[in-house]
């Protein structure tokens, strides 16, 4: 469902004719199969959002090539990337990202109306989703009316009110307590259980970490191995029943 094949990434600092190359991704070689949930764990700066903006196209990397879903998406302008991403991949965000004078009811649906369909199949389609997510009762209400818990079901739900096959989740536990993180990862797997969700996780908690069908570490923007050898991803994956 998604391969990265020998990533690298630097950003450029400084003025022009002072500029110097930072490089913030080496090499990487990550395939993931449909169905998978794949976690990556790394420290702040480890090149693990990097990681996953690249393959969400939010970043061209500086060498390398991304397939998803059988497509090469590399080279995609922003058009062809926003459409893409429409049709194909979700996104769960660490701050929930909802937009504060919508009701959750407006954030869910919000794709939807974006994509133009009418409004009694968005009436359906959102209220359906709300009620399988177990908070259709909170519709009516704004963010700032909602729990952490909450909010970040609502975010879920509009990342999934397209149906995408694949889910991206950026640090989606960071802002919750431990209540609503043990509720939400039960929610990520039953997603991937029921519906055959592609998730790629990435996070520095061991906890979200082991949800993961396989988890990897990534170190200095090189996936590595338990002894730290650099690019010998397979030797730490972690295959669970």
């Known amino acids: 469902m998604i391969e990265l094949r020998q990533i690298e990434h630097a950003f450029t600092l400084g003025r022009?004719?002072?500029e110097r190359r930072v490089p913030v991704l080496r090499g990487i070689d990550l395939t993931i199969r449909q169905g998978e949930i794949v976690t990556?764990?790394?420290r702040s700066g480890s090149g693990k959002s990097t990681l996953l903006h690249i393959a969400s196209g939010f970043i061209r990397p500086t060498n390398g090539r991304v397939t998803i879903a059988g497509q090469d998406v590399t080279d995609y302008g922003e058009g062809q990337w926003a459409d893409f991403r429409r049709r194909y991949l979700g996104f769960v965000f660490q701050n929930f990202q909802l937009i504060p004078s919508m009701t959750a009811f407006e954030n869910t649906e919000l794709p939807l109306v974006?994509?133009?369909v009418p409004a009694e199949?968005?009436?359906?389609?959102?209220t359906e989703l709300l009620e399988k997510l177990g908070i259709a009762a909170y519709a009516d209400h704004y963010p700032s009316e909602l729990s952490g818990g909450q909010q970040q079901r609502v975010g879920i739900a509009r990342s999934l009110i397209l149906n995408p096959p694949v889910l991206l989740a950026d640090e989606p536990t960071?802002?919750?307590d431990s209540e609503n993180e043990e509720q939400l990862l039960q929610l990520l797997q039953s997603l991937n259980r029921e519906h055959g969700i592609t998730l790629l996780i990435i996070t520095h908690?061991?906890?979200?970490?082991?949800i993961g069908?396989?988890?990897?570490?990534?170190?200095?923007g090189q996936l590595v191995s338990p002894a730290g050898t650099p690019n010998e991803y397979r030797k730490l994956e972690v295959v669970k029943p």
């Open 114 to 116: 974006l994509q133009g």
């Open 174 to 176: 960071g802002s919750l």
């Open 40 to 42: 990556l764990i790394g």
């Open 213 to 220: 069908n396989r988890t990897m570490r990534i170190e200095d």
């Open 16 to 18: 022009k004719g002072n």
């Open 205 to 210: 908690d061991d906890k979200v970490a082991s």
């Open 121 to 126: 199949n968005r009436r359906k389609q959102t």
